[in-house]
């Protein structure tokens, strides 16, 4: 790698954030944010500068390695590829193709190579015992979205560089700079709103960094956002406020949303949210009288019991009050690379309920099953049993419900494989680790990011260092493996032309597929000499051929389509490496009437999956309050991002982030004493954690931070080790769903808390005797 000054997006979180990286000696000397870049502007949080450590680490692996009686073991590569190919096809010819799972971690979304390949990859598999972080984050946003907009990814983003109030409702963005909202310098943008006279509302079971940003503040009871919005629907109904504006000509069904919200006065829910009926009332008020408005969901509002209803009510709100498509309201992305008309364009929208899950019988969505039944598929025996499993870039162990049930589930395994550079605390129990190049060592390209971030721009980055010949990318890795399958399943002989297809693929790579999207995307081709020529063509091809003709499908994807006439042009993998710092493609723009894949071209306002559980929702509003128990929610900080970054010292050095945080009333009930261990417990499950006593908590309700738990036997990362924390998913049931998408509930789950019979501060959280004991007695992301 050349000295001097090298800028790429940081990959560690949604932000994608621009970085220039000195490097000096073939070294990394430092990293700090590009100035240049049109998205961040030169913004960085922590996160990035750990780039250096996790390149660094010499604990990442380089190599394949297999576990033996007496630890793992190098292998070379074609010796891995053979064992893993022949172990899974010997365990779909035997015991069927679902005996075979797949996890999927979030790490892959950043990663246009891993992207590409995965879809061949999971063909040659041919399980439909699929898992990935989706059913544990943001599910309930892609139902909305499929249920509403007709496309699974077709997310309405908050225009925040234009918008006067951002009302947020279960999100952290000074924490995350933003999910499913790519914002990078959210503080910034803060800022400027605030400038222009705006305002920011937070509503939350904590006061987060976010909330005390926030000129308005309101604490709600954990699992009951729905109730709340619920009532901000009522609100607008019967006080005149309902009024769609851009929208309005394509919404159905408003006469059925307003029959479903009649029984959610504000005043029937102030008790159970814990807001008074006045605030609840204002709330809809303003965002009704605000023209430059936009509601924002997140992760406290979707992992709930209720979080389906939560996130359609947000959509619907949005739309009521004439914000969706509308400058700064809510609105769609038009990226470069537009999976989501290519998707409609070859019928890949999306789907749910297709088939359901052998044990729990829980709904598919986009061919994946919820990640809480991954341990039931695993330990149940019968026909569809997974007995093999291949993660990719995921830690289930920490990052979904039941973690030690899962833990014994995977144990008992006959075949397991990672693609993954750590022994982590899933990795560890693998036969086989097959481990990617580091993210500096490959190009990058953010196709996902780029369809939620509040600004459209478009980056590739080269690779930063040489991965070495006896290295793979990952999807250098998952081409292999699937070509390999299919050889298996044909009888090791691929007919000629499916063997130099293959070939070929292998040989191109993820980096001319990206070209060729940029080059035919609304970017792409500069046709403005040739217009005139090519206008009769193209609405010739536009006007005359079937609807689902190829040839109108690329048609209408491409710059020669009139209706990208405005946009910017001459977009190419060529271009975008003479401008490394990216391009600029233009603020958020009014899309909705080229953005609807419904059938039927409208919005549904009130899908009925929605109005059959708001049924739930009103036996719910009647229940008897429980008593004597405290509701668990998760929390995020800006240094970490589910569980893979605590081998960084950088990123977990300083204070322990790894605590119990607790109402001081709640605290003077219980006689928690801050700083000593509290031991958290829910049934046969529990955790030790030290106790951090502030009024940010909502009383009534504790926090602990997602991620940590780094204190299984067999790992090979010695800082995490040593900042061990523990897992609040070792807490959390797998038990517990939202009915309606299969979510995991990972907020608002009843716990008990009590004194530890230890007297001593804690220096770091441990597993209960109790609970070692339960893990082992019973079948035990990211």
Not at 643 to 651: A, G, I
Not at 737 to 763: E, R
Request: charged share 20%; aromatic share 6%.
């Amino acid at each position: 790698m050349k000295n001097g000054t090298h800028y790429r997006t940081c990959h560690l979180c949604e932000a994608m954030c621009g970085v220039a990286i000195e490097v000096k000696a073939g070294k990394i000397a430092s990293i700090r944010g590009d100035n240049k870049d049109p998205l961040s502007r030169g913004h960085i949080c922590p996160k990035a500068v750990a780039l250096q450590d996790l390149h660094e680490d010499p604990e990442r692996l380089r190599k394949p390695v297999r576990k033996t009686p007496t630890g793992w073991q190098e292998i070379e590569w074609d010796e891995a590829f053979t064992t893993v190919a022949e172990k899974l096809h010997s365990t779909r010819s035997t015991h069927g193709r679902n005996s075979i799972g797949v996890y999927l971690g979030n790490p892959n979304v950043h990663n246009h190579g891993s992207l590409i390949a995965t879809m061949p990859f999971l063909r040659a598999i041919g399980s439909q015992n699929r898992f990935s972080a989706t059913s544990n984050d943001q599910l309930p946003h892609m139902l909305a979205s499929l249920e509403m907009f007709g496309h699974q990814v077709l997310f309405p983003i908050p225009d925040i560089d234009n918008t006067d109030l951002f009302i947020c409702i279960g999100g952290n963005p000074m924490a995350s700079n933003g999910s499913l909202m790519t914002v990078p310098d959210f503080r910034g943008r803060l800022k400027a709103l605030k400038q222009r006279g705006g305002k920011m509302i937070v509503v939350d079971p904590r006061r987060t960094e976010t909330a005390q940003l926030a000129e308005e503040f309101h604490f709600i009871r954990p699992g009951t956002d729905a109730f709340l919005l619920m009532a901000m629907v009522n609100t607008l109904f019967s006080d005149g406020l309902v009024h769609p504006g851009p929208a309005e000509q394509f919404i159905k069904d408003l006469g059925l949303l307003r029959l479903a919200a009649l029984p959610f006065t504000p005043e029937a829910v102030a008790e159970t949210t814990g807001i008074a009926a006045a605030s609840i009332r204002d709330l809809a008020h303003q965002l009704a009288n605000t023209p430059k408005a936009a509601l924002y969901t997140r992760m406290g509002t979707s992992t709930q019991t209720f979080g389906s209803i939560a996130t359609w009510l947000a959509y619907c709100l949005n739309i009521l009050t004439g914000k969706l498509d509308n400058v700064g309201g809510v609105m769609f992305t038009q990226p470069a690379i537009d999976l989501i008309a290519l998707g409609a364009m070859s019928g890949q929208r999306g789907h749910f309920g297709k088939r359901h899950s052998r044990v729990k019988g829980l709904p598919e969505f986009a061919g994946e099953y919820p990640a809480s039944t991954m341990a039931d598929e695993i330990l149940t025996p019968g026909e569809g049993q997974i007995r093999a499993f291949v993660t990719v870039a995921g830690n289930p162990v920490l990052s979904s419900p039941n973690g030690r049930r899962l833990d014994e589930a995977l144990s008992g395994l006959d075949f397991m494989v990672s693609v993954d550079y750590y022994i982590n605390e899933t990795t560890r129990h693998a036969d086989i680790i097959l481990p990617p190049t580091a993210a500096l060592e490959r190009s990058h390209y953010d196709i996902v990011f780029n369809m939620l971030a509040v600004r459209n721009v478009s980056k590739y980055s080269e690779a930063l260092f040489d991965a070495g010949t006896d290295s793979r990318h990952d999807w250098q890795i998952l081409l292999e493996l699937a070509h390999r399958l299919e050889k298996l399943r044909k009888g090791n002989k691929l007919p000629l032309r499916s063997e130099l297809g293959w070939q070929a693929f292998k040989r191109v790579g993820p980096d001319s597929l990206v070209d060729l999207l940029l080059r035919t995307g609304p970017y792409g081709v500069d046709t403005s000499r040739v217009r005139g020529v090519l206008e009769p063509t193209t609405s010739l091809i536009l006007n005359l051929l079937p609807k689902h003709h190829p040839l109108k499908g690329l048609a209408k994807l491409s710059s020669l389509n009139p209706q990208w006439k405005e946009l910017p042009k001459g977009l190419s993998l060529k271009r975008l490496k003479e401008n490394p710092s990216g391009v600029d493609l233009g603020a958020l723009r009014p899309a909705l009437a080229n953005r609807l894949f419904t059938r039927d071209g409208k919005i549904n306002l009130a899908p009925r999956r929605y109005l059959k559980d708001v049924e739930r929702l009103h036996r719910q509003l009647s229940a008897p309050a429980s008593t004597g128990e405290l509701l668990l929610i998760g929390r995020r900080h800006v240094r970490t991002n589910n569980s893979w970054m605590h081998n960084s010292h950088r990123l977990v050095k300083g204070k322990d982030r790894c605590t119990l945080l607790v109402n001081p009333d709640d605290a003077n009930r219980l006689g928690l004493q801050a700083g000593c261990d509290a031991e958290i417990r829910a049934e046969n499950r529990c955790i030790l954690l030290p106790v951090e006593i502030t009024s940010d908590m909502m009383p009534g309700v504790v926090s602990i931070p997602h991620g940590w738990g780094h204190d299984r036997d067999g790992t090979q990362q010695t800082t995490a080790s040593a900042h061990a924390g523990a897992s609040i998913n070792d807490v959390l049931s797998d038990q517990h769903i939202d009915p309606v998408a299969g979510t995991s509930v990972l907020n608002g789950q009843p716990v008990t808390v009590k004194v530890s019979q230890s007297i001593q501060p804690s220096t770091s959280a441990r597993t209960t005797q109790g609970e070692q004991h339960a893990s082992m007695a019973t079948v035990e992301p990211d």
